[in-house]
Protein backbone atom coordinates (compact mmCIF):
# COMPACT_ATOMS: atom_id res chain seq x y z
CA UNK A 1 0.00 0.00 0.00
CA UNK A 2 1.57 3.26 -0.92
CA UNK A 3 2.16 6.22 1.25
CA UNK A 4 -1.05 8.06 0.08
CA UNK A 5 -3.29 5.51 -0.09
CA UNK A 6 -2.75 5.16 3.70
CA UNK A 7 -3.00 8.80 4.24
CA UNK A 8 -6.23 8.79 2.45
CA UNK A 9 -7.43 5.91 4.79
CA UNK A 10 -6.19 7.55 7.93
CA UNK A 11 -7.67 10.69 6.59
CA UNK A 12 -11.22 9.05 6.00
CA UNK A 13 -11.05 6.72 9.76
CA UNK A 14 -10.25 10.61 11.14
CA UNK A 15 -13.54 12.02 9.61
CA UNK A 16 -15.50 9.24 10.55
CA UNK A 17 -14.79 9.36 14.08
CA UNK A 18 -15.39 12.77 13.96
CA UNK A 19 -18.50 12.62 12.63
CA UNK A 20 -19.19 10.14 15.44
CA UNK A 21 -18.03 12.32 17.91
CA UNK A 22 -20.52 15.12 16.67
CA UNK A 23 -23.46 12.30 16.67
CA UNK A 24 -22.71 11.47 20.36
CA UNK A 25 -22.64 15.14 21.46
CA UNK A 26 -26.05 15.90 19.59
CA UNK A 27 -27.46 12.54 21.58
CA UNK A 28 -26.44 14.08 24.90
CA UNK A 29 -27.84 17.11 24.28
CA UNK A 30 -30.87 15.92 23.36
CA UNK A 31 -30.94 13.40 26.61
CA UNK A 32 -30.03 15.92 28.68
CA UNK A 33 -33.40 18.30 27.29
CA UNK A 34 -35.67 15.34 27.79
CA UNK A 35 -34.77 15.10 30.76
CA UNK A 36 -34.95 18.36 31.96
CA UNK A 37 -38.35 18.67 30.19
CA UNK A 38 -39.42 15.53 31.84
CA UNK A 39 -38.76 16.91 35.11
CA UNK A 40 -40.93 20.00 34.84
CA UNK A 41 -43.88 20.06 37.38
CA UNK A 42 -46.88 19.55 34.91
CA UNK A 43 -45.15 16.50 32.93
CA UNK A 44 -44.66 15.19 36.38
CA UNK A 45 -48.12 15.79 37.74
CA UNK A 46 -49.65 14.19 34.15
CA UNK A 47 -47.38 11.12 34.16
CA UNK A 48 -48.83 10.59 37.86
CA UNK A 49 -52.61 11.23 36.72
CA UNK A 50 -52.43 8.40 33.85
CA UNK A 51 -50.02 6.12 36.39
CA UNK A 52 -53.28 6.73 38.68
CA UNK A 53 -55.98 6.56 36.23
CA UNK A 54 -54.56 3.49 34.79
CA UNK A 55 -54.22 1.63 38.44
CA UNK A 56 -57.95 2.65 39.08
CA UNK A 57 -59.21 1.03 35.53
CA UNK A 58 -56.96 -2.22 36.13
CA UNK A 59 -58.47 -2.52 39.66
CA UNK A 60 -62.29 -1.59 39.00
CA UNK A 61 -62.12 -2.89 35.48
CA UNK A 62 -64.75 -5.59 36.02
CA UNK A 63 -67.05 -4.26 38.47
CA UNK A 64 -69.75 -2.19 36.43
CA UNK A 65 -70.20 -4.42 33.22
CA UNK A 66 -68.44 -7.09 31.25
CA UNK A 67 -66.16 -4.34 29.25
CA UNK A 68 -65.58 -3.45 32.71
CA UNK A 69 -64.25 0.72 32.77
CA UNK A 70 -62.57 0.95 29.79
CA UNK A 71 -65.25 2.47 27.57
CA UNK A 72 -65.11 5.23 30.25
CA UNK A 73 -62.53 7.95 28.76
CA UNK A 74 -60.99 9.03 32.20
CA UNK A 75 -58.86 11.27 30.29
CA UNK A 76 -61.64 13.04 28.75
CA UNK A 77 -63.50 13.72 32.12
CA UNK A 78 -60.70 14.63 34.44
CA UNK A 79 -60.58 18.33 33.18
CA UNK A 80 -64.37 18.46 34.20
CA UNK A 81 -64.17 16.56 37.60
CA UNK A 82 -61.11 18.91 38.15
CA UNK A 83 -63.28 21.96 37.96
CA UNK A 84 -66.08 20.84 39.62
CA UNK A 85 -63.61 20.01 42.84
CA UNK A 86 -62.32 23.94 42.63
CA UNK A 87 -65.67 24.97 42.50
CA UNK A 88 -66.83 22.84 45.43
CA UNK A 89 -63.60 23.39 47.51
CA UNK A 90 -63.98 27.84 46.72
CA UNK A 91 -67.65 27.78 47.74
CA UNK A 92 -66.62 25.71 51.02
CA UNK A 93 -69.17 22.87 50.17
CA UNK A 94 -66.70 19.81 50.75
CA UNK A 95 -68.73 18.85 53.82
CA UNK A 96 -72.15 18.76 51.60
CA UNK A 97 -70.45 17.45 48.20
CA UNK A 98 -69.45 14.23 50.39
CA UNK A 99 -73.28 13.78 51.92
CA UNK A 100 -74.08 13.55 48.25
CA UNK A 101 -71.24 11.64 47.33
CA UNK A 102 -71.84 8.94 50.44
CA UNK A 103 -75.63 8.90 49.19
CA UNK A 104 -75.10 8.42 45.62
CA UNK A 105 -72.82 5.39 46.39
CA UNK A 106 -75.11 3.77 48.91
CA UNK A 107 -77.95 4.16 46.05
CA UNK A 108 -75.57 2.69 43.83
CA UNK A 109 -74.67 -0.43 46.05
CA UNK A 110 -78.08 -0.91 46.69
CA UNK A 111 -79.25 -1.13 42.90
CA UNK A 112 -76.09 -3.20 42.58
CA UNK A 113 -76.88 -5.89 45.28
CA UNK A 114 -80.61 -5.76 44.65
CA UNK A 115 -81.59 -8.96 42.52
CA UNK A 116 -84.71 -10.18 41.23
CA UNK A 117 -87.43 -11.92 42.66
CA UNK A 118 -87.46 -15.51 41.43
CA UNK A 119 -90.35 -15.82 39.21
CA UNK A 120 -92.37 -19.12 39.59
CA UNK A 121 -94.60 -20.13 36.60
CA UNK A 122 -95.92 -23.02 37.84
CA UNK A 123 -99.25 -23.03 36.36
Do not use: C
Request: no cysteine.
Amino acid sequence: MSKEAERATIDADKQRLIREGELYRIKVVHAKALVGNALQPDALLHGAVDQAIGMAQARLGGLLQPGGLKSVNFKALLPYALTVGSYIARKRLVKPAMGVALAAGLGMAWLLRRQPAPQDDQE
